[in-house]
C-alpha cells in the first residue's frame, strides 16, 4: 500500500511540473510575439526620408525592377511586313492578279492588231500602262486604309507607336510593289515584241526603248500609286478612297474647262493635260516639268500631308 501511495504522489507531482513548464513557455511566446511588431515599427523611418532599417541607414536594398533596354522596330522590317499585308490578304492577291491579267490582255489585243507588221516595244507598254494606272493606285488605297477599315490599326500601333513612320513605310512598300509590276511589265512587253516580230514578215526585233521614255515610265508609276496612298490616307476609308481617286481626276477637267483663263492655264492644275508628254521619248523641257511638279504636289503631297497628319492625330478603336 505505501509502494502505491508513493507512486501515485510521484506521478502527481510529474504531472504538477509539466503543466507549469507548458504554462510557462506559452507565456513567453505570446509576450514575444507582441514585443515583435513594436520593434519593428520601431525600425521603420517616416516615408520619404530616404531611410530604413536599423542605425538610420538609406534604404539601398529595397527591390527595384530593372526593364532591359528595347529598340525600336526595324524600318526594313516594317517594310517587309507592309509588303506582306499586301500580298498576303486575298483582296490585295486579286488586285495584283487583275493587274497581271488585264495588262496581258491588253498586251495582246496589241499584239493582234499589229500582227501584220510586228508590235513595237513602246505602243505594248503604252497599252500596258492604261490598266496600270488605274489599278495600281486602288492598291495604294488599299495599303493606306484597309487597316482602319479592318480596325486593325491598334495593333500595328501598339507594336510601332511612330504612326508616321509607319506611313512612310506604307507608302514605300506600295511604291516598291508598283516598280516590281512595272519590271514584269517590261518582261512581258519584250517577249511580245520579240515574238511579234518573229512571226511578221520582215520584221526585226528593236530593244531599244529610250531612257527618256523609260523614266517617264518609273515616274508615271510612282506618280499614281503616291496618289492613290494619299487618297486612302486622307479618308481612311477603302470603299470611299477608291470612288475619291477615280472622280475627282475624272471631274476636274470639266472644272478646269469652265473659263477661258482655266483653259490656257489648264495644264498647270490638270493632271492628265501634264502628264501627257510623259507618254513620249522626248526629254521634257523646265516648264513641262514645272507643270508636272505643280499638278503632282496639288493631287498628290497635299493629300499625302493632309493625310498623314489626320493618321497622326486620328483616335484608335
Known amino acids: 500500500m505505501r509502494t502505491t501511495t508513493h507512486e501515485e504522489s510521484t506521478t502527481q507531482e510529474e504531472t504538477r511540473m509539466t503543466t507549469e513548464t507548458n504554462a510557462a513557455t506559452a507565456a513567453t511566446a505570446a509576450t ?16 520619404g526620408s530616404g531611410m530604413s532599417g536599423t542605425g538610420g541607414e538609406r ?10 533596354p528595347v529598340g525600336s522596330v526595324p524600318f526594313v522590317r516594317l517594310l517587309w511586313l507592309e509588303l506582306r499585308k499586301m500580298l498576303n490578304t486575298r483582296a490585295g492577291r486579286g488586285v495584283l492578279i487583275a493587274i497581271v491579267a488585264i495588262t496581258a490582255i491588253a498586251m495582246g489585243a496589241m499584239l493582234w492588231v499589229l500582227r501584220d507588221e510586228g508590235a513595237e516595244l513602246m505602243p505594248l507598254l503604252m497599252a500596258a500602262n492604261v490598266p496600270q494606272a488605274i489599278l495600281l493606285p486602288i492598291l495604294g488605297v488599299m495599303t493606306a ?47 511580245g515584241h520579240a515574238l511579234s516580230m518573229s512571226l511578221a514578215q520582215g520584221g526585226t526585233i528593236d530593244l531599244a526603248m529610250g531612257w527618256a521614255f523609260l523614266l517617264h515610265l518609273v515616274f508615271l508609276q510612282v506618280q499614281g500609286v503616291l496618289m492613290g496612298v494619299a487618297f486612302g490616307a486622307l479618308l481612311l476609308n477603302v470603299p470611299l478612297g477608291i470612288v475619291a481617286y477615280i472622280l475627282v481626276p475624272a471631274l476636274s477637267p470639266v472644272l478646269f474647262m469652265t473659263t477661258s483663263w482655266l483653259r490656257e492655264n489648264g495644264a498647270w492644275f490638270d493632271m492628265t493635260r501634264a502628264g501627257e508628254p510623259l507618254l513620249t521619248n522626248t526629254w521634257l523641257s523646265g516648264e513641262q516639268w514645272a507643270q508636272i511638279g505643280t499638278t503632282t504636289a496639288l493631287w498628290v503631297l497635299l493629300p499625302l500631308a ?12
Open 32 to 47: 514575444a510575439a507582441t514585443e515583435q511588431p513594436a520593434q519593428g515599427a520601431g525600425r521603420h523611418d517616416h516615408p
Open 59 to 68: 534604404g539601398d536594398t529595397a527591390y527595384r525592377a530593372e526593364l532591359e
Open 306 to 317: 493632309l493625310g498623314c497628319w489626320r493618321v497622326a492625330r486620328k483616335e484608335v478603336k
Open 145 to 191: 486604309a484597309n487597316e482602319w477599315s479592318q480596325r486593325t490599326a491598334l495593333i500595328t500601333f501598339t507594336q510601332e507607336p511612330r504612326r508616321l513612320r509607319v506611313m512612310a513605310a506604307k507608302a514605300l512598300a506600295a511604291v516598291v510593289l508598283g516598280l516590281g509590276v512595272l519590271a514584269i511589265t517590261l518582261v512581258l512587253a519584250i517577249g
